[in-house]
């Protein structure tokens, strides 16, 4: 069984930063899929960003503002917000996926608040 936890989310006036962690409770490889999804409230889960080994894919609405990265010797995955807009304001939820675990995994979500 594999564990995500998220964290870093809040509230944040819109122009704010915010850095989300996701941190996976055993070791992860740099050919594991890692994402950062949000669903906002009356909304589909959309895929704002992955990474996989170097390639990282980004929503158009977060190209420019956000980065997704990792540290695999923490078995962390980052999501920096930079510039946030109100309309970013959703449950942020982290997922890894991938043969060497077996499979899919969710985190909690956490909250990010952008006040306009």
């Known amino acids: 069984q594999v564990q995500l936890v998220e964290s870093g989310g809040g509230l944040v006036q819109a122009g704010g930063s915010l850095r989300l962690s996701c941190v996976v409770s055993r070791s992860i490889f740099s050919n594991i899929y890692m994402g950062w999804y949000r669903q906002a409230p009356g909304k589909q889960r959309e895929l704002v960003a992955s990474?996989?080994?170097?390639?990282?894919n980004y929503a158009d609405s977060v190209k420019g503002r956000f980065t997704i990265s990792r540290d695999n010797t923490k078995n962390t995955v980052y999501l920096q917000m930079n510039s946030l807009k109100p309309e970013d304001t959703a449950v942020y939820y982290c997922n890894a996926a991938g043969s060497a675990i077996s499979g899919s995994y969710w985190g909690q979500g956490t909250q990010v608040t952008v006040s306009s």
């Open positions: 990474i996989t080994g170097g390639r990282t």
